[in-house]
Each structure stands twice: as C-alpha cells, then as structure tokens.
C-alpha cells in the first residue's frame, strides 16, 4: 500500500523531530532493540516523532511497547507500522487497550491511482488497488506473478497461515482464488463448498471468509435487514478488496464483456463504500435487489450501480417503500470519478 513511503514523506512536513527505525534491518529481533530506538527518541525532546516499521517481527512487542509507555507516558509520538494486519489488530487488542488509535491503510482508490499514475476508468477495472504493480502492467505474465507471489501469497503464507490455524492450507488458497471470482455476487456457502475440492462444512467455509477480512483481501457484505439474525444467515455478498484480485483470479481483460465489466464496476463503487465509516450491506427480495445499503450514523442510503449489465431497475423503489427514510443514489461509470474522490460528500449531494 505505500505505508513507509507515505510515512517517509510525513516526516519531512512535520515540524517535530522524528526517528525511523525499521524492524526488517535487525538480524536478532528483541525487546532490546525496542528499547534503544524508544531512547534514541527521548533524546531528541519531548513530542518527537518515533516511527518503528515493521513491528510484528519483534518479539512480544505489544507488552514491550505498553512497557515503554507507560514509564514515561505522552514523552513520545509513536506511529507503529506493520504489514501484518491480523498480528498488528491481535497485538494492539490484547496488550495497548486504551493507549492506541488503529489507522487502517487501505487499497489504493480510482482517484489516487489517477492523481498519481493518470488512471482512467477501464485501467482502473483491471489494475486498481496495488501501486507497487503498476510497472509491470504492460507485461501479463509479470503483473500476475507479482500479484500472486509478492501479495496474495505473502498474505496468505506470513500473515494468516502463520498466525491462525488452518489444516488445509492448499484449500484454504484454493476457496481464495474462487471467491475472488465472484466479485459483488452472492454466493451461497454450500455452492461454495461444493467447488472445492475438499471436504469441509458451511463452517469451515465462513472461518475462511473470516481470515480472507481480517487480513483485508475480500469482504463478505450481510444482506440488510433490521433483524440481525436474518442478516447472519443470508448468503453473503463477496467483494474481493480491489479490482486487481478480480483480475488476477480471471485473467487481466481491459475490455471485458458487458457483464464482467458491470461485476467489476460494482466491485470498484463497493470498495470504495467499504473504505467509509459505517456499515454496508446489500439487499435482495426475490428479483428485487439494491446493490449496496449504507448506513452512516441516521442515514440510511440505497445505491444502484449502473454498471452495463442488464437487471432489474425497480430494487430502489421496492426497497424504500421497505424502508421509509433511506435516500435513493445511483452510481455510474459518468459520475465515478466525483463519487471516488469524496465519497461522502457525494452522497450528502446527489441523494434523493
């Protein structure tokens, strides 16, 4: 995602001093180099910026770090950067409860891949969310083997196999790769168990969405409902977390057909929606369906996505005559760019 590169550019703007130390440099990871680095900041006065990269390959550094702080606490600003999500989430839960703020870095949008690399829409339903694969897009092979070897199996293989259980992990990539497939589809976790090949329950399956959310690589939206019950047990709703882990599970095609374009459009409008505060989920009554419903505190919005892709046009008015209050929003390929750049914003604005 660009997190030591972002945080990198930070510390030339800030005003306090600032000390970088990066984890991946230590040939013997322990507290004690954690320590060092802590002091190294004392030394620069107080409110001084330390910036450790690479957390999750010290040790215990969660007890470590609460250590630290608590015998001088406020000294130091500490921004703690790590490539493992479940690691950094597990760590900061158990150990730092009330001294933290998490900031999740998330996929790269349309807008910030165009501001930095001129994306237009198509580009983007191909490539988006990775700016480290961004040179190698003119060459298949390449792009997909980095996706394959340097993302989605670093994930997989160090983030989550390493750091929760799994007994079949070659099932385990195999369910990735085929909910991949299925971007803004429901699927059913019995369809879903019965392409892999393997034996496994309805069970297995959901602890496997689990990990693919924990570690930021696809989300499973519930159906809307006021019941929370009903939402639990409905067929879920899968959004691989960008575009590029679409591509990377059917192969790079800039110029698919109507309805693999539509998926992906309606792919690129949901992540965008994820990336907000609130809730979204999805809504379907027979052939009546609202792609996504998010709610953000009072508000409650009912978004269509008009993707290219023939379905039923009456899901809007079906769901808010359901749902007295929500507010109508229609997302097209013409009004992307506006709605990517203030999400929000763009709702507050175009709502009916």
């Known amino acids: 995602m660009g997190k030591t590169t972002g945080v990198r550019q930070l510390m030339t703007q800030v005003h306090w001093p600032t000390h970088y130390a990066n984890a991946d440099d230590v040939l013997v990871s322990d507290r004690n180099w954690l320590l060092e ?168 399956v959901k602890y496997y969405i689990e990990l693919y959310g924990g570690a930021f690589l ?40 109507a309805e693999q374009r539509g998926r992906a459009f309606e792919l690129a409008v949901g992540c965008e929606l994820l990336q907000q505060p609130g809730q979204v989920t999805y809504w379907r009554e027979r052939n009546d369906e609202v792609d996504f419903v998010y709610q953000y505190r009072d508000r409650l919005y009912a978004i269509e996505v008009k993707s290219g892709r023939k379905k039923s046009a009456k899901g809007l008015e079906v769901f808010c005559a359901k749902a007295p209050g929500a507010l109508r929003v229609i997302v097209t390929p013409e009004n992307f760019a506006q709605f990517s750049a203030n999400p929000r914003g763009f709702l507050e604005a175009v709502a009916l």
């Open 218 to 257: 696809l989300h499973a939206l519930q159906k809307y409902s006021p019941k929370a019950w009903l939402s639990r047990n409905s067929s879920p709703k899968m959004l691989p977390a960008c575009p590029a882990l679409y591509s990377m599970a059917t192969g790079v095609a800039v110029a698919r057909n």
């Open 37 to 204: 680095q802590w002091q190294q900041a004392l030394l620069l006065g107080d409110d001084a910026l330390l910036v450790v990269d690479e957390i999750q390959k010290i040790p215990n550094w969660p007890e470590t770090i609460k250590a630290l702080w608590d015998a001088r606490p406020g000294r130091l600003r500490v921004l703690l950067l790590g490539s493992s999500a479940l690691q950094i989430q597990a760590g900061v839960t158990e150990s730092l409860a009330g001294r933290f703020e998490l900031l999740r870095v998330h996929h790269w949008r349309f807008v910030e891949l165009h501001a930095a690399f001129g994306y237009d829409l198509d580009r983007y339903l191909a490539f988006g969310g990775y700016p480290g694969a961004v040179a190698l897009e003119g060459d298949a092979d390449r792009w997909y083997a980095y996706m394959k070897d340097a993302i989605v199996e670093a994930v997989i293989g160090k983030d989550i196999l390493q750091s929760r259980k799994v007994a079949n992990p070659a099932l385990f990539r195999q369910a990735f790769e085929i909910l991949c497939a299925y971007p803004a589809q429901e699927i059913s976790y019995t369809k879903l168990l019965g392409q892999l090949q393997g034996k496994g329950n309805t069970d297995l």
